[in-house]
């Protein structure tokens, strides 16, 4: 019966898998991609916006599923949440909060449970070492500031699941002629109790599942002629209970505790045939840890200083150049204070020659302990008659991270950075008939990363390495039709990604992991959305397939998590009066009720039910 | 993938029959499939995964993985930490889920969960349903009627009470020290279930025998400190009058400072051990030696647990290899010195029993 049941799922699934929203009740996600803002990024085709849920997510590991070559290994809602793409490790990419590395200097990894879904964010599906520098291997989420209108606007949006979870937030943003302002202030809480099927078939309650997330953010802007300063803050405390797994004893199991605060400042001035932009950034944590085996404290400071200057020699050429600097401190139980150093400097040449074509190629060279080989990166670009090719080829780095230094026992300071090169392939095509649009793309990559830090067995504690040389090659493919009919407006979406990322060799003998699939890298996944708008209602549906996943490195089929489809929807209602507007909606998370685990043994919920509602006002001045 | 999500659909009303019928076989299946081979529990991955338990059978030298899935359905839990046969029946010891499974040793067939247990370590059967289990989450040996599940009696213990050793109406439980420091071996009268007494011993014992002559000898595996190695404490090896506790004998491991799973033959003349439980090498060593022996029976065995079967002397070392993929265990003629087999097992595989 069970199987027969996912069967079902899978089925229609494939036929009519969905997702949507009114576009008046989106919050809208614009890029702002002039050239000041991102100069670095040129027009990539890789760079992509992901389409937020405000209405649906609360934290930036639940939004971003639904990109087909992303995989959230997730210990459940709210907690420890990484994300891998193209099977590149959660350390190897890398997140932005306008441009403050938000990965953790002692860990590596970003952790995007605690990242309330406030901001816009850009996708970066690709390598990007000469652009970003350590850690850009597997490409970059950048969270950035959404647009808003002239104005005020202040909203306050309220979210409640029936798996035990609450969610408020409260957004107040002005916008004039040269200041702009937003503030968030989000609370999320909740005693996450919902029910699972324990490995003895008993329906169980979650047991010390609980967290609650308090998170405030500030960003400003002030633009003048030719120039533009930007600041912002962000300080977030969490507080979470982490349960053990369904295969343990049922009790409760450790405590954590996450403090964050991020700074920065950046100026962007313009002359008549230069930019210059220069940042300063700063980032402190302070994470605890407690259970009854072990406690553990993590405190880490990281200051960032990143200049970059780009000179047009004429209107097809022009240079960018950059220098950056990281300073990284650590201390806690596990380690003895420790600081590291890090500077490093880059250069990219971009030619125009024709409005068909762009071509680009640079290098960078970064310092931490030891210096890395030139780090080489070439791109062409070419679009016609609604075509667009890109093909690059990008070289990339990891330095290790203060754990994989200091740790003790067992860190390692003769590390080498990890080393890997990608080349890419990228297609699309967009068409028009009447007012329907559709898009196509496709895209295909190879990389090899040599020098993989593994922490391996010694004795009696395990100790990082530079073990292997592991190789991911994939392609995806994928599709956005926008179909007016009548008076209903329907976009579809779906796409779809093969990953096979293996390890090639290994300096330990008799590695199991030769030949075998990277644990927690699906080969296959697939995403699919449906939006329906009709006047003031809105409808949409949104479905997720997981191809198998292992768990081990040896790919034992016992310990991999089986393939399962998500399925969330729901319809919303918008009501207005003056400059007051409302939004009401309900949904489904888990709609089929799939055993759905992104960690094997930690359960998310099954189905469950969904309430928000939204309460904006819009002073709507010009 | 989508060959296989095919297949499936057309073939899963036949797939589901199939299942059915495998039930009836298993039903009417044949006896004593387990009565000649080795049970061996491998603790699982770290975090979030399932120990599990393998058997070899010396009739066919094969090896079944995954033996508790697939006769009783479901994965065994987190951390399968040992494995002990008494009067018929399996007890598997899951260390992290608190439990102890008990099966009918030779058929698998699932007879009871003992359950409200916080840190099980280890089980010696007592008599017929009646277990011992020793606990280090409450520094304690259980005294289970495993035909219900009750408890009988709780016993206190030192710190990290490990292995036991049963010896007439004494139960010998080795303190361990657990996560931190103990030295000494608790008495417990089982007709009583009372703790009659304490040896005092080297730092954190955690095995014991009974040797030829009786005396009882009780392998300390010292304090290990990953942080600050300057705290360590040395391994060593007591013999003891095991009626008494006198010491009759010490031996230091020095740099060696991890010794662990002593074991003997059914003459008890000669004992095994391993100089180190995370990637030791077995050692051989007579009950009238006057010092430990300086050379391994095989080096390279990146040793984590030994087992000694008594029907054959068969010694068997498991390797962790990476504790993140498959196990392996060395099967080894004591007698000869010969390796026999290499057996491909679970992942971090941690104790034999031989039934």
């Not at chain 1, 200083?305 to 022009?318: G, H, N, P």
């Not at chain 1, 295909?444 to 993989?452: E, G, H, M, P, S």
């Not at chain 2, 070899?56 to 046969?85: A, C, I, M, Q, W």
């Amino acid at each position: 019966m069970k199987g027969n049941r996912k069967l079902h799922i899978i089925s229609c699934a494939l036929l009519c898998t969905t997702s949507l929203l009114a576009q008046n009740e989106l919050e809208t996600v614009t890029i702002i991609s002039s050239r000041l803002q991102h100069a670095l990024f040129n027009e990539d085709m890789r760079v992509d916006s992901l389409e937020i849920r405000p209405y649906a997510d609360v934290n930036l590991s639940e939004s971003i599923r639904s990109e087909s070559s992303i995989y959230v290994r997730s210990y459940g809602p709210g907690l420890a949440s990484t994300v891998s793409r193209h099977g590149f490790s959660p350390s190897q990419s890398m997140v932005y909060w306008y441009g403050v590395p938000l990965n953790s200097p002692a860990l590596g990894l970003t952790d995007l449970s605690t990242i309330p879904s406030s901001s816009a964010v850009l996708l970066d599906g690709g390598a990007g070492g000469t652009l970003f520098g350590s850690g850009y291997m597997g490409g970059g989420i950048h969270l950035e500031n959404p647009s808003v209108p002239m104005g005020w606007r202040i909203e306050e949006h309220f979210d409640y699941r029936t798996s035990g979870l609450y969610n408020q937030r409260f957004t107040a943003s002005h916008k004039g002629e040269k200041f702009r302002h937003r503030a968030v202030i989000s609370n999320t809480r909740g005693p996450q109790d919902y029910l699972y099927t324990d490995l003895y078939g008993v329906e169980r309650s979650r047991l010390g599942a609980d967290q609650s997330l308090l998170h405030a953010e500030y960003y400003g802007q002030y633009t003048y002629s030719g120039g533009l300063v930007s600041w912002g803050v962000w300080v977030s405390d969490m507080d979470r209970g982490i349960p053990r797994s369904i295969s343990e004893s049922y009790t409760e199991g450790a405590r954590q505790t996450d403090e964050n605060a991020r700074a920065f400042i950046k100026w962007n001035q313009r002359g008549d045939r230069w930019d210059l932009k220069v940042r300063l950034s700063g980032y402190y944590e302070d994470q605890r840890y407690t259970s009854t085996v072990i406690s553990d404290t993590n405190i880490a400071v990281a200051s960032y200083a990143q200049t970059d200057f780009t000179w047009y020699f004429s209107d097809e050429l022009k240079l960018i150049s950059s220098l950056d600097y990281a300073y990284q401190y650590v201390k806690g139980t596990s380690k003895n204070p420790s600081n590291i150093n890090r500077i490093g400097g880059a250069a990219i040449l971009v030619y125009n020659p024709h409005k068909d074509w762009t071509f680009s190629g640079g290098g960078r060279v970064d310092h931490q302990n030891t210096t890395t080989p030139f780090i080489p990166t070439v791109e062409a670009k070419w679009s016609k008659y609604g075509w667009s090719a890109q093909v690059d080829y990008r070289s990339h780095f990891r330095f290790p991270t203060l754990n994989d230094l200091f740790w003790t026992p067992g860190g390692n300071p003769n590390l080498k950075p990890e080393f890997g090169r990608t080349t890419e392939l990228l297609l699309a095509k967009r068409l028009n008939y009447n007012r329907t649009q559709l898009e196509l793309k496709a895209s295909a990559f190879t990389a090899q990363i040599d020098n993989y830090i593994q922490w391996v067995p010694t004795g009696g504690f395990f100790e990082p390495q530079n073990v292997r040389r592991v190789a991911s090659n994939g392609a995806s493919a994928g599709f956005e039709l926008s179909l007016p009919i009548q008076a209903v407006t329907m976009s579809f979406t779906s796409n779809y990604s093969f990953t096979r990322a293996t390890v090639l060799e290994s300096e330990r003998t008799g590695d199991p992991a030769i030949g075998n699939q990277l644990i927690y890298t699906p080969q296959h996944k697939a995403t699919s959305g449906l939006k329906l708008n009709f006047a003031s209602w809105s409808f949409y549906a949104d479905a997720q397939y997981y191809g198998e996943v292992h768990t081990t490195s040896d790919n034992q089929e016992v310990l991999a998590i089986d393939p399962f489809v998500n399925v969330d929807a729901g319809i919303g209602k918008r009501f207005e009066y003056k400059k007051f507007s409302a939004i009401a909606r309900v949904g489904c998370r888990n709609v089929t009720n799939s055993e759905v685990y992104f960690q094997r043994f930690y359960p998310m919920p099954g189905i469950q039910g969904t309430f928000s509602l939204t309460i904006q006002f819009q002073s709507n001045e010009n | 993938m989508r060959i296989k999500l095919w297949l499936l659909i057309g073939l899963s009303p036949m797939l589901l029959s199939c299942s059915n019928d495998d039930d009836d076989d298993d039903d009417s299946g044949s006896d004593d499939k387990y009565n000649n081979g080795v049970f061996i529990s491998n603790e699982g991955p770290f975090q979030g995964g399932n120990g599990t338990l393998s058997w070899y059978d010396l009739s066919d030298k094969s090896v079944t993985n995954d033996l508790f899935l697939s006769e009783v359905g479901r994965p065994l839990g987190n951390v399968v930490h040992s494995v002990h046969v008494f009067d018929e029946y399996l007890y598997i010891v899951v260390n992290n889920s608190g439990v102890v499974e008990v099966v009918e040793a030779d058929e698998m067939e699932h007879e009871m969960t003992i359950t409200g247990l916080t840190n099980p370590r280890y089980a010696q059967g007592i008599s017929e349903d009646i277990v011992a289990i020793t606990d280090w989450g409450t520094n304690t040996v259980e005294i289970i009627n495993a035909s219900n599940s009750s408890g009988v009696a709780s016993i206190s213990t030192g710190n990290g009470p490990e292995r036991m050793l049963l010896n007439g109406n004494t139960l010998y439980v080795a303190n361990s020290g657990g996560f931190g420091l103990d030295s000494t071996v608790v008495l417990i009268d089982i007709t009583s279930n009372a703790a009659v007494d304490t040896f005092y011993v080297g730092y954190n014992p955690n095995s014991m025998i009974i040797d030829a002559n009786g005396a009882l000898w009780v392998l300390c595996g010292g304090y290990t400190d990953w942080g600050d190695p300057s705290n360590n404490l040395p391994g060593s090896l007591y013999r003891l009058n095991a009626t008494t506790g006198a010491v009759q004998d010490t031996f230091q491991f020095g740099d060696a400072p991890r010794p662990t799973g002593l074991c003997t033959g059914p003459v008890q003349q000669e004992m095994y051990f391993l100089d180190n439980g995370y990637g030791g090498n077995p050692y051989r060593m007579s009950y009238t030696a006057t010092e430990l022996p300086s050379t391994p029976m095989v080096t390279g065995a990146n040793g984590y647990a030994i087992g000694l079967d008594p029907r054959n002397l068969d010694l068997y070392i498991a390797d962790p290899v990476d504790y993140a993929s498959q196990g392996k265990v060395y099967r080894m003629d004591v007698v000869s010195g010969a390796m026999l087999d290499t057996l491909n097992v679970g992942i971090i595989p941690g104790n034999f029993e031989f039934n």
